[in-house]
């Protein structure tokens, strides 16, 4: 079983950290335990250039660091394409993941879609070409290509997006809808959600970070129980077998799982943004339609329907939120990156300690307050304030007063243990002077 994250971007995408470089990636796929990392941006000529200066065949179809060593991340050659374009009478605006099996796959896609747009001036081209031509163009170029349609709620560019999308589909693919096998669920939607709508049925649901600098890695992933090459994975998505599920966000944290307006702080569910007429209370302007929102116009089935081949998946959040809603502070401050890097240390990669090491170790390593918070989030008991608009939302796992309390029981146990630690010492000293060993216990309840 290994941990997959396919959609990335570089450095050169806009607005996304120079540190996205190849040498990076690895480290941070190291710290967090990811086995697969895409490459993000395939069509930009200079990013492949640095990848086929940086990166040596592995496996078929995936890549190492020049020199990393046979236990390294692989890389698999993966890239997002935004289109937008007219289509029925609406301006659509799309985002789309494809999957490569090699870097001669995307020379020559990026070939042909070179005539077609500029892809020198941003990591994420934009073209104007319809999604059904964008996969045709896929297809011929290179027959083994994966299609995922990206993020396929988000309000303002995806398939099923409120502003620019589709309703279904067929609409959006036409006559190759055929060949669209997975979907990608985005940060602010996960399987449940999806599973409402029936015309969904069948599609394999893969989730990826979609990072924007190499520390996001894995904030949504996959798990993959295949060997590693290209044609297992593009098998295991397109026909499910070997894909054992995802990791996700918790919808709710997303940007877009609410309705809203960010400038005016406005918030709301789908049923108050129906009663509110889809307009902002404060301004009169039009609310970003959130992923609930649209779930719920497309849903044919009540909530909490479960898909009988739906795969597991597990929430999760960031190490370094999960200690800020922990013990309080910013999840980006020096003393929780601080507290981040000292597990890492003591503790493993950053998926080990958030779903399988026990929490007596966590305990040890990091104090009472990050060891029941990380409990909390394994078991789902998660307060969560929706994102909205473009803002993300926000978990919390313990309250200010559940932190005292863990902290003064510690120190309380802690005095406690000290008392009786010496009291066994007294009362071990003369037997010990006799040649019996009489070690006193020194760690009481706190060390436990």
Known sequence: MYIADLHIHSKYSRATSKELEPEPLDAWARRKGIG???????????????????????????????????????????????????????????????????????????????AIGNLHSDGRPILGL????????????????????????????SLFGAFSGFDTIGECFGDLTGHIHALETGLSSDPTMI??????????????????????????????????????????????????????????????????????GVCLSPVEAEAAGGVCPVCGKRLTTGVLHRVEQLADRPEGYVRPDARPFESLAPLPEVIAASEGGS?????????????????????SILREVPLEDIRAAAGPCVAEGIRRLRAGQVVRKPGYDGAYGVIELLSPAEREDLKGQVSLFGVEATKAAKTARGRVAKPARSGEEGAAPTGGLNGA
């Open 36 to 114: 697969l990392v895409g490459t993000g941006d395939f069509t930009h000529p200079a990013w492949r250039a640095e990848l086929r200066d940086k990166l040596a065949e592995a496996e078929e179809g995936l890549y190492t660091l020049k020199g990393a060593g046979p236990d390294a991340p692989r890389f698999v050659i993966t890239g997002e394409i935004s289109s937008i374009y007219k289509k029925n009478g609406k301006v659509r605006k799309v985002h789309s993941l494809i999957l490569l099996p090699h870097l001669e796959a995307a020379e020559t896609l990026s070939r042909r879609l070179e």
């Open 130 to 157: 319809d999604c059904r031509d964008l996969l045709e163009i896929t297809l011929e170029s290179c027959p083994d290509a994966v299609f995922i349609p990206a993020h396929i709620w988000t309000p303002h560019f």
């Open 195 to 264: 599973c409402r709508c029936s015309a969904l049925d069948g599609y394999t649901l893969v989730s990826n970070s979609d990072a924007h600098s190499p520390s996001k890695l894995g904030r949504e992933a996959n798990l993959l129980d295949t060997g590693l090459s290209y044609p297992e994975l593009a098998r295991a998505i397109q026909t499910g077998e070997g894909f054992h599920g995802t990791i996700e966000f918790f919808p709710e944290e997303g940007k877009y799982h609410f309705d809203g307006h960010r400038n005016c």
């Open 331 to 351: 999840a980006t401050g020096k003393k929780v990156g601080a507290k981040y890097e000292a597990m890492l240390a003591a503790l493993g990669p950053e998926f």
